[in-house]
């Protein structure tokens, strides 16, 4: 788990300032604390932060291999599950290696499959490979996005990072917020359209895409999409299937040269995770896995009770910890923390995020890098095998837009009357999301119902997820920390994606199929449980803390809030906590407090990175 950055001119000599490449390389030093690498030449400039997890001494970067009179040099970030699989595909084709990381394999693996590389990974990973014989630089990302990649393009030089902020080091790199950056930041975040930024032409690669850049410019290709065909296993084999690839897909993700937890909530998705390492961790006679939760001060004292959050943790962590050879640990966060976090949340995703959801997995992920560097977590299930309230709501299912964001008129009433004179953010959001839409692929043999989950299915996946997924890596690699998915491995998407609603929600229960295939290996509480969501702080002092931040704010009429947002309506949320607002900003954990966070760190973006307008 690492940062990268660099520029390539395949058309002119790059003027040899190993300056700027640091400085760019410096702004991802949170990414990979341990140590960088350079690699400088006429056409090509790479550079290299590095958290070692795999190989201290094999996995230096940029890798360079001398291959057929050039040069091969990676920069990579993520981690290749199915190296050991590749690297005897390489030692039978005559390749030999070094050492025994996947950064070698995956460079190798390149060499001998070319572009189509991509098809032969499993994992999450970015990466760039530049190529000194044919002047030409691949770039790919994983199938879910799981790593980040961004790239712009100024005077014929490709500019690419793992984080905006270091290609915004780059001379003459304006930062430039026009009408799409702002239907982005206040109609869609904090999701974003795949592909796009806030930040005019600076963009990212898709994931499950890879991007050629050469003399003619840069080509861009979708390796891989989610493929509907009939299911035609029964649930007795959907089952089976299902917990082999689930227990692939755990036990590949266990592979670590430094410590390695699981996040355990007491929640099912958790709680499959660290039930399938545990075991692995017993049975290859391993130290008990440490598990770690996170909660609040005064948490259980202040908690209510809602649809979206209908129990508190901790009673069944500790039922898991009694089920379980693990050794646990808890994070307890304070709520001036979190508000406190909220800047350093918000440069870590280079835009305004989910507010102290955000904040609070930044603080978690800075607990635990205190003993560990990489964790598996339960993230991405709900997506899978569909979990959300959205899923099942009518009111959401008919919307008619996303169903986590479906406060549209109240987000166009944020805007000031100069922008919302100009900015329409329902034709924006309509359009982004029947565009979404138009991609689904519908079967004959679909029944109404499967056929609408698979639209519902199609858009959580490809936004919500993603909108998670960006959370995630961004708020652990801010600490040097390591995050695993293993619910998002492609291969269990793919299989998934084609059961009938009807036996995914087996019962009529949110994650039906799931809960029944837990049923027989864990204790019936955590598998009966009602979804309950990543956890907030329910602390009134929190609600007290940000009303205050956003008051001060509000208080400076130069704030540069005010040039983009409607003074008195944010006065009316203020005077509300919130209330004037009359539903969620995001999903179901955005609410008042949050909302007034997130404007905190509109502000904050604005000072920090001073975008200029442009509509």
Not at 274 to 283: E, L, P, R, W
Not at 329 to 337: A, G, N, Q
Not at 529 to 555: A, F
Request: aromatic share 12%.
């Amino acid at each position: 788990m690492c940062g990268f950055t660099g520029y390539v001119n395949v058309l002119e000599k790059l003027e040899q300032n190993k300056n700027v490449l640091e400085q760019m390389n410096n702004t991802l030093k949170k990414r990979g604390p341990d140590e960088d690498g350079y690699y400088i030449s006429e056409n090509a400039c790479l550079a290299h932060k590095r958290l070692i997890v795999i190989d201290p001494e094999g996995g230096k970067q940029p890798m360079i291999e001398h291959y057929s009179y050039g040069d091969y040099v990676i920069c990579y970030n993520g981690q290749i599950y199915n190296t050991k699989e590749l690297r005897k595909t390489l030692e039978e084709n005559g390749f030999s290696f070094n050492g025994h990381c996947d950064t070698e394999v995956l460079l190798k693996s390149y060499i001998f499959f070319g572009n189509r590389v991509v098809e032969h990974l499993n994992g999450i990973f970015a990466f760039a490979i530049w190529n000194s014989k044919k002047k030409e630089l691949f770039m790919a990302r994983d199938h879910f996005g799981v790593k980040p990649l961004f790239y712009t393009i100024n005077n014929n030089t490709l500019i690419f990072a793992s984080e905006i902020k270091a290609i915004l080091k780059y001379p003459g790199i304006e930062k430039i917020l026009d009408s799409q950056g702002i239907c982005e930041l206040f109609g869609i975040g904090p999701s974003h359209t795949p592909g796009t930024t806030i930040f005019k032409n600076i963009y990212e690669i898709k994931p499950a895409h890879f991007a050629i850049f050469n003399k003619t410019g840069i080509h861009i290709e979708r390796y891989w999409k989610l493929k509907s065909k009939e299911h035609k296993d029964s649930l007795g084999k959907t089952c089976e299937k299902v917990k082999y690839l689930l227990n692939d897909a755990i036990t590949r993700q266990l592979v670590s040269d430094v410590p390695l937890c699981t996040f355990l909530s007491g929640g099912l998705d958790s709680s499959i995770i660290t039930k399938f390492a545990a075991d692995y961790y017993q049975k290859e006679g391993l130290p008990l896995l440490d598990t770690y939760s996170i909660d609040y001060v005064d948490n259980d004292k202040n908690f209510v009770k809602s649809d979206f959050q209908p129990n508190s943790d901790n009673y069944y962590i500790d039922l898991m910890n009694k089920n379980l050879h693990t050794k646990h640990h808890k994070i307890v966060i304070d709520t001036p923390e979190l508000a406190s976090y909220l800047e350093d949340a918000m440069i870590a995703r280079d835009m305004p995020g989910m507010a102290d959801i955000d904040s609070s997995l930044l603080l978690f992920c800075k607990n635990v890098k205190k003993e560990m560097t990489v964790s598996l977590t339960g993230e991405c299930a709900d997506e899978i095998f569909g979990g959300y309230p959205w899923f099942f709501r009518e009111d959401a299912l008919n919307s008619g837009t996303f169903p986590w964001s479906i406060a549209i008129e109240e987000r166009q009433k944020l805007l000031n009357k100069t922008l919302s004179e100009k900015v329409n953010l329902k034709e924006y959001i309509d359009y982004r999301y029947q565009e979404s839409l138009d991609e689904v692929e519908i079967l004959d043999t679909d029944t109404e119902e499967t056929a609408q989950k698979r639209k519902i299915s199609y858009l959580t996946l490809n936004w919500f997820m993603q909108t998670l997924l960006d959370r995630s890596d961004r708020m652990a690699m801010y600490n040097g920390f390591e995050l695993r998915v293993p619910f998002c491995d492609y291969r269990l998407a793919q299989y998934v994606w084609n059961i009938p609603w009807e036996m995914k929600a087996l019962k009529g229960r949110e994650k039906g199929l799931l809960r029944y295939i837990c049923k027989d290996f864990l204790p019936s509480e955590i598998v009966d449980r009602k979804k309950s969501p990543y956890p907030k702080t329910h602390n009134p002092t929190y609600l007290k803390k940000v009303k205050n931040m956003l008051s001060e704010i509000m208080e400076d009429k130069n704030a540069p809030i005010n040039d983009v947002l409607n003074r008195e309506y944010i006065l009316e949320i203020l005077e509300t906590e919130g209330k004037a607002f009359t539903r969620p900003w995001f999903g179901q954990l955005m609410t008042g407090p949050q909302l007034m966070a997130y404007l905190c760190q509109v502000n904050m973006w604005l000072e920090k990175y001073q975008p200029k307008i442009e509509l």
